[in-house]
């Protein structure tokens, strides 16, 4: 040990100094072999494995909670939205029994959505659900979308009508062709 080593380095300096010589230092080396242990915190490869599968299939079974709920969610607002816009923007391009047919089905969707099957559904079923009411409501919007766009579309037309004419009469030489 290290006191042992100082002791006997002590004492040698302690008899050099009385046969009168200077006393001469001595270095006293002692080794000693230290084991070496090594430790890891790190899990076992295989079990970090194990659990990065389980992180993986709870992130899996997140997103698909959050993707069903995301449907359920854009079925009421499908359901809501078109019941409002019959009433009010719809109400030119539709007719009265296919507006029926649609309310009828908006009601029975509705309906099915806050009983306790539809509280239970998977996103699968709303995805279902969401398409047939589709399949009625969509022709309603395209009719919509049309006439809106429609004037649009129109005088872009006009204007494009309007240069092939400008080229066609024009004494240009780039546009003799015409």
């Given at each position: 040990s290290f006191e042992a080593a100082y002791t006997e380095e002590l004492e040698e300096k302690e008899e050099m100094a009385v046969d009168g010589e200077e006393p001469k230092k001595k270095k006293v080396l002692k080794k000693n072999n230290i084991p070496f242990v090594w430790h890891s915190t790190s899990l076992d490869p295989a079990v970090l494995e194990q659990y990065k599968q389980q992180e993986a299939e709870m992130w899996a079974a997140d997103k698909l909670v959050a993707d069903t709920e995301d449907r359920k969610n854009a079925l009421e607002e499908y359901?809501?939205?078109?019941?409002?816009?019959?009433?009010?923007?719809?109400?030119?391009?539709?007719q009265s029994a296919e507006k029926e047919q649609l309310l009828a089905a908006l009601s029975k969707a509705e309906?099915?959505?806050?009983?306790?099957?539809?509280?239970?559904?998977?996103?699968?079923?709303?995805?279902?659900?969401?398409?047939?009411?589709?399949?009625?409501?969509?022709?309603?919007?395209?009719?919509?979308?049309?006439?809106?766009?429609?004037?649009?579309?129109?005088?872009?037309?006009?204007?494009?009508?309007?240069q092939y004419m400008s080229q066609a009469q024009s004494n240009d030489e780039k546009y003799s062709h015409i």
């Open positions: 359901i809501y939205d078109m019941r409002s816009k019959l009433d009010d923007r719809y109400a030119a391009y539709v309906e099915w959505l806050y009983s306790e099957e539809g509280e239970d559904a998977t996103k699968s079923v709303y995805v279902a659900q969401l398409d047939a009411l589709k399949v009625l409501g969509d022709p309603i919007t395209f009719r919509f979308r049309e006439a809106e766009e429609r004037s649009k579309v129109v005088s872009q037309l006009r204007e494009t009508i309007n």
